[in-house]
């Protein structure tokens, strides 16, 4: 009675666009340890199988209201490399991202682009004019051996790819290649976390490779898993995986608006069994269930209505794929965040109180293949809105703490910005609110009346906001006291910034958007928190300037301390015209920050761009990554490869 993907996607992907808002239950591999103990809070564990398959059912059949309110969405360096060279920027230290492109300080991995055809939810991978039907059949990922002393690369092996096979991203560790694959690509997520279209039944999963032979690299693992996928992390030796699943049944009303498809609803689903509702993974062509039911969680609340919807941690130790563990829970997600210790998920709970809108945080643990379940908590507002925006939370000492955005009707100050900071409870599966802001004592509001909020970074003792109407203020929060945080300066400066990283613990560098338009860059001396100060802002292009930096931190590149300066770069789009036609130039933007130690003295210093003679057939890049080591740049626009000297960004080499 489970239809195939082909047969269900024309008739029942549009109808799921308002009902399925995700839910989770966990399982496990056989190498699971068993069960921890049932503990009480907003999640509980399943009980019993018949449990988590009633839930699922129940979410199948239940009469679906209207969404209410928005929706929300999920929008650093990875482990420092050794050596004088720069990996994937990743908002937690040791907490490495996936990336298409990665470099080991010997060799640069380039996975193939994906493309909209193949990869965005389309009823079947349809050509376009040119023939193309999703990854060229002859894509595959590229390894390069580099030479920084003479800025040169040279093609050392591939990995070739099926055709239609997307690549989300790799890690590499030691000599084996991690890569994230999936049929589907689903961008940032943004809004469409909340987008019950996206849940078709495509799969997901990994490919191992051992790359000690860069000419010969051995396949070590393929999996399969069904559902799509969402988000992955890989910390030590192990990659978390978050996937969703949702069953499609033939003749299910996916979004019934009476008692009578209801009832055909109940009927349906009557004759199927718990193992036909839920995904599984397939392992070298062996399959069977992802999850355990006994691994997984419900909500624990009588308001939260049941959702069909299976949402996945999978933690697969790189070197043991067949010992991975799976948790789930029951409720909907709308982000997700990825501490060295924790992973957080946010929920939206607007549908449960009228007028407002509400965040129910749950935290799971992370350690090795283990993840708990810690407890949950309630804030006001909402958290994510697509982008960059896990930046808006953050773990320190054990806390999280949070900046959430609470929207109401009023041309007055339509929107207020709010920080939380939430404890693990020592006594209960619960997440205590230590503080928040603005309070009683401290009403002052983060923004001025409808100001929307963009970048935000916390770091150590300190959070760092940004707010945008007409100027940009600068917000520097003090958080030394978690139980009494306060807003200990302002800056007032035009455009804003919509990404924020930390030269020093005195020194802030912003990139966003001047007031004119163009990609701007700002030096924050944040030294004196009362008193933040502008140490020089430089704009690259005019108003239809942009650089892919703005909303994807693994296009910036920072490597410290390096001849006396720091050294970064942010690719940017140009646009002019020419004769009455429109003309684009993508290039990568060298910059240094001279006197970091000194603050006062501290300066933004442009010192040219490396510029390919050629980017593309329509004079622009989709992808850009850069990585430096020691005095060479090697630029990764799209698949191919270019490189510079530091000092002579001019003379361009390649491609490669």
């Known amino acids: 009675m489970i239809a195939s993907r082909k047969a269900l996607r024309a008739h029942v992907i549009l109808p799921l666009i308002s009902l399925l808002a995700l839910a989770a239950c966990g399982g496990s591999s056989s190498s699971t340890t068993g069960p921890e103990p049932p503990v009480a809070g907003l999640l509980k564990r399943v009980s019993d199988p018949a449990e988590l398959e009633s839930s699922i059912k129940a979410g199948l059949t239940t009469v679906t209201p209207p969404p209410a309110g928005d929706a929300l969405a999920i929008g650093g360096t990875a482990p420092e490399p050794s050596g004088n060279f720069t990996g994937t920027y990743t908002q937690e230290t040791n907490v490495d991202e996936f990336d298409a492109v990665r470099y080991d300080g010997e060799h640069l991995y380039v996975a193939p682009r994906r493309f909209f055809n193949c990869c965005f939810g389309l009823p079947e991978a349809q050509a376009d004019g040119a023939g193309n039907t999703g990854t060229p059949a002859a894509a595959s990922i590229r390894i390069l051996a580099t030479d920084p002393t003479s800025a040169s690369?040279?093609?050392?092996?591939?990995?070739?790819?099926?055709?239609?096979?997307?690549?989300?991203?790799?890690?590499?560790?030691?000599?084996?290649?991690?890569?994230?694959?999936?049929?589907?690509f689903y961008g940032t997520y943004g809004d469409a976390w909340s987008s019950l279209a996206i849940w078709a039944p495509e799969k997901l999963g990994f490919r191992i490779y051992d790359v000690t032979d860069k000419t010969a690299p051995v396949q070590e693992a393929d999996v399969s898993i069904d559902g799509v996928f969402v988000?992955?992390?890989?910390?030590?030796?192990?990659?978390?995986?978050?996937?969703?699943y949702a069953p499609f049944i033939d003749g299910l009303f996916y979004r019934p608006q009476n008692e009578t498809e209801?009832?055909?609803?109940?009927?349906?689903?009557?004759?199927?069994?718990?193992?036909?509702?839920?995904?599984?993974?397939?392992?070298?062509?062996?399959?069977?269930?992802?999850?355990?039911?006994?691994?997984?969680?419900?909500?624990?609340?009588?308001?939260?209505?049941?959702?069909?919807?299976?949402?996945?941690?999978?933690?697969?130790?790189?070197?043991?794929?067949?010992g991975f563990v799976n948790t789930c829970y029951n409720a909907e997600v709308y982000g997700a965040y990825v501490s060295e210790s924790a992973i957080y998920f946010p929920q939206i709970l607007g549908y449960l109180l009228p007028g407002e809108v509400q965040t129910r945080i749950h935290k799971f643990s992370l350690s090795g293949t283990s993840v708990a379940y810690r407890?949950?908590?309630?804030?006001?507002?909402?958290?994510?809105?697509?982008?960059?925006?896990?930046?808006?939370?953050?773990?320190?000492?054990?806390?999280?703490?949070?900046?959430?955005?609470?929207?109401?009707?009023?041309?007055?100050?339509?929107?207020?910005?709010?920080?939380y900071i939430l404890r693990e409870s020592p006594t209960d599966p619960a997440l205590d609110i230590v503080s928040s802001l603005p309070n009683a004592s401290r009403p002052e509001p983060i923004g001025k009346p409808n100001e929307q909020l963009y970048g935000v970074r916390f770091l150590g003792d300190r959070a760092y906001a940004v707010t945008f109407l007409q100027i940009?203020?600068?917000?520097?929060?003090?958080?030394?006291?978690?139980?009494?945080?306060?807003?200990?300066?302002?800056?007032?400066?035009?455009?804003?910034?919509?990404?924020l990283h930390p030269v020093t613990d005195e020194l802030l560098l912003g990139l966003g958007t001047g007031a004119a338009g163009g990609v701007k860059l700002e030096l924050f001396d944040v030294s004196d928190l009362s008193a933040p100060l502008s140490r020089g802002t430089v704009t690259i292009g005019d108003q239809n300037a942009y650089s892919e930096a703005r909303w994807d931190r693994h296009a910036f590149t920072y490597q410290a301390d390096v001849a006396g300066v720091d050294r970064f770069t942010v690719p940017a789009t140009t646009f002019s015209d020419v004769e009455g036609q429109f003309q684009f130039e993508t290039a990568l933007h060298l910059f240094e920050i001279h006197d970091k130690a000194t603050p006062a003295l501290a300066s933004l210093v442009p010192v040219g761009q490396l510029t390919p003679p050629v980017t593309s057939e329509f004079g622009f890049a989709e992808r850009n990554r850069a990585f430096l080591h020691d005095d060479t740049i090697f630029y990764v626009l799209d698949e191919t490869v270019w490189s510079a000297f530091w000092l002579s960004p001019t003379m361009v080499n390649g491609p490669f």
């Open 153 to 184: 690369a040279t093609e050392a092996g591939t990995i070739p790819l099926e055709d239609g096979v997307s690549v989300q991203g790799m890690y590499v560790d030691a000599n084996r290649l991690f890569a994230l694959t999936a049929e589907f």
């Open 262 to 322: 209801r009832a055909s609803n109940e009927a349906l689903l009557a004759d199927l069994t718990l193992d036909e509702l839920l995904p599984r993974i397939t392992i070298d062509g062996v399959s069977r269930l992802l999850v355990d039911p006994a691994n997984c969680f419900l909500s624990n609340d009588e308001r939260v209505p049941d959702y069909p919807v299976i949402t996945s941690v999978t933690a697969v130790p790189i070197d043991n794929p067949e």
């Open 375 to 419: 407890g949950s908590a309630d804030i006001e507002g909402q958290v994510w809105r697509g982008g960059q925006a896990d930046f808006r939370m953050s773990e320190h000492n054990g806390d999280l703490r949070i900046l959430s955005s609470k929207y109401q009707p009023s041309n007055e100050d339509f929107v207020d910005h709010l920080l």
């Open 472 to 499: 940009d203020p600068l917000y520097v929060i003090d958080l030394a006291d978690p139980a009494d945080p306060r807003i200990a300066g302002e800056l007032e400066v035009t455009g804003f910034s919509d990404f």
């Open 231 to 244: 988000e992955s992390r890989r910390i030590g030796n192990v990659v978390y995986i978050v996937s969703r």
